[in-house]
């Protein structure tokens, strides 16, 4: 009787953005490259989603916008995000200020990119952080 193998979990990427479209082409770029991608707008939606669709499974991958609404900072989402999880959780900051989170992201292990992001550039983070094979 032969053993039947199952496919590895696709890696699971939570994309906290306030911007629809920026939403969509991030997370059909992430599925593209086989990823599987929860999107939300906020941290508390994040969680939400993770747990209703993904049965509180962990990312292996945080990315997130710097500016988010209502005044939090995607330095917060991801922390809170982090918070939730007993192990640590890789994240990706993508900021449109080249002069906002400099000092205050080298010391909490944030990958930096600043937009314009093109695809080989957020290609290449992902591979950083782990989360997509060379």
């Known amino acids: 009787m032969k053993a039947t193998r199952t496919a590895p979990a696709a890696k699971l990427v939570v994309v906290i953005e306030d911007d629809p479209l920026v939403v969509e082409a991030t997370g059909g770029l992430l599925h ?3 990823c599987d991608v929860v999107t939300a707008k906020s941290c508390d939606e994040a969680l939400a989603n993770l747990a209703e669709t993904k049965a509180g499974r962990r990312p292996d991958l945080i990315v997130s916008d710097y500016q ?3 005044g939090l900072t ?16 890789a ?11 400099r000092c205050e992201v080298g010391s909490r292990e944030y990958h930096l990119l600043y937009k314009p992001v093109n695809a080989e550039r957020f290609h290449a ?3 950083d952080a782990s989360v997509l094979g060379r």
């Open 91 to 101: 994240a990706l900051l993508i900021s449109g200020d080249a002069s906002s989170p």
């Open 74 to 89: 995607g330095v917060d989402a991801i922390e809170r995000l982090r918070s939730a999880f007993p192990n640590p959780i």
């Open 125 to 127: 983070a992902l591979v």
């Open 32 to 34: 593209s490259w086989g």
């Open 68 to 70: 988010l609404s209502r």
